[in-house]
């Protein structure tokens, strides 16, 4: 028996939209028709006490809401991670929550994804009058995937066969989609559109006999196509970022008084006899040895860890990041970013907050609130002063330290940030540097 040749990377995506679109019901269908199912799985669900389908039919979102208390409201509360591969490709889907309340949980899952599934309803979408209005949360999520610049989006259209596959209905759908996503700035020509009905399995794994009018391909094929970036990752030395996480010390009256900098390369790559500078205390130094899990080696690149040493002693501690010598780069104690506000209690612009980034702690205060996101108009509202929960806005911050940071778009690593409340150590915000 030959092993499978897996001919594309490992592919990230998320499911989003409004709750009750049937995210969870979609990649349990997903899972299903791509044989990714155990049989003791299947047999769990089929006996499961929060069923939602009727005789042997399947409730395939059990597959992915597995909390008591997701299974008892049929909604998505966390975040479900689920693996499975095809012949073509290995997947991590996050199937994150649709739900305004759990709008912080669908922005971890969003973050370290390259795809997004956005599911439509098109059903609950349709007004009285005929006429088509996508949902709030909808808009909500698109922003969200936007800031969080996930390359690709998949409007999956569900539930169309309760709409008898009507093709028109499908039109208005990708229509008002498309309006949406050129206001918001997201590329279109990466946006795909599927007509679905993830209960019955249509253009899920594979084509359905109800829509001839489709000459797309099913859903599972187009996440095997997508390209994920991995083409794009910067290697070269004068990109370096080396957050660092731990000085490591030895005992300092043996001969070889042992002092190491750990940490994860965030970008680029170190070699040993590259000359390196600290930020942000700009002090410089050479790299003799670097060493990895795998023993001592000349080069590490991108998502490497490493323990580096280097020629001199120098002051370099937790929170400090290397970068190559002739970078022109600089910190800053300023900066403008985009947030996504999750606590209940809204920001306070005289509050000091914490501002964690890679690995460094900095107090912080929001110094402006340049504007809000209104989710139905998509328009910036200049004349609010605070940000409530689930709110996004644009806003500046003054540090008490100055950190390296660069544009989320070049670098999702030392392009964002969390918010932490110095009282509660409760996260209260993620951010997206400009």
């Known amino acids: 028996m030959t092993e499978k040749i897996h001919t594309r990377g490992l592919l990230r995506f998320i499911t989003a939209g409004s709750v009750d679109d049937g995210k969870s019901t979609l990649i349990g269908r997903l899972l299903y028709d791509s044989k990714s199912v155990l049989t003791d799985q299947l047999q769990a669900i089929q006996k499961a006490r929060h069923k939602r389908t009727s005789g042997e039919q399947i409730d395939f979102s059990l597959l992915t809401d597995g909390l008591e208390a997701e299974r008892e ?118 946006i795909h559109f599927i007509p679905v009905s993830a209960l019955g399995g249509d253009n899920i794994v594979f084509k359905s006999e109800q829509t001839p009018w489709y000459d797309g391909k099913p859903l599972l094929s187009i996440l095997e196509s997508l390209d994920n970036g991995e083409d794009d990752k910067l290697n070269a030395p004068e990109a370096l970022r080396l ?108 509050r000091k907050y914490l501002l964690k980034h890679t690995s460094a702690t900095v107090p912080v205060r929001v110094s402006q609130i340049h504007h809000v996101l209104d989710v139905q108009t998509l328009l910036g509202a200049a004349d609010k002063d605070q940000l409530a929960l689930n709110d996004i806005g644009k806003v500046g911050l003054s540090l008490q330290k100055p950190l390296l940071v660069d544009a989320y778009a070049q670098n999702q690593i030392t392009g964002s940030f969390i918010l932490i409340d110095e009282s509660s150590n409760n996260t209260v915000a993620a951010g997206i540097i400009n």
């Open 73 to 190: 409201q049929g909604i998505t509360i966390d975040v479900a991670y689920r693996y499975f591969s095809t012949a073509n490709r290995k997947f991590i889907i996050a199937d994150t929550p649709g739900h305004e309340q759990y709008t912080r949980n669908m922005v971890t899952g969003a973050s370290t994804a390259d795809a997004a599934i956005v599911l439509v309803d098109i059903v609950r979408a349709i007004k009285e009058n005929g006429e088509f209005e996508l949902l709030a949360q909808t808009k909500r999520h698109t922003a969200l995937i936007k800031l969080l610049g996930i390359r690709h989006v998949l409007v999956a259209v569900n539930k169309m066969d309760l709409v008898g596959f009507d093709e028109a209905r499908f039109n208005q759908v990708k229509t008002a989609y498309l309006a949406l996503a050129r206001q918001l700035g997201l590329d279109t020509s990466q």
């Open 243 to 350: 957050p660092v996480q731990l000085v490591i010390r030895q005992d300092g009256s043996l001969a070889d008084d042992f002092r190491g900098y750990m940490g994860k390369v965030a970008q680029g790559s170190v070699y040993v006899g590259q000359q390196i500078r600290v930020l942000p205390a700009n002090q410089t130094a050479t790299v003799t040895e670097i060493i990895t899990p795998d023993g001592s080696v000349q080069q590490v690149l991108k998502e490497g860890m490493v323990t580096i040493r280097l020629d001199v002693d120098i002051d370099i501690s937790r929170g400090d990041m290397l970068v190559d010598a002739q970078a022109k780069v600089e910190s800053s104690k300023t900066l403008f970013a985009d947030i996504c506000w999750f606590d209940e209690f809204p920001l306070n612009l005289k």
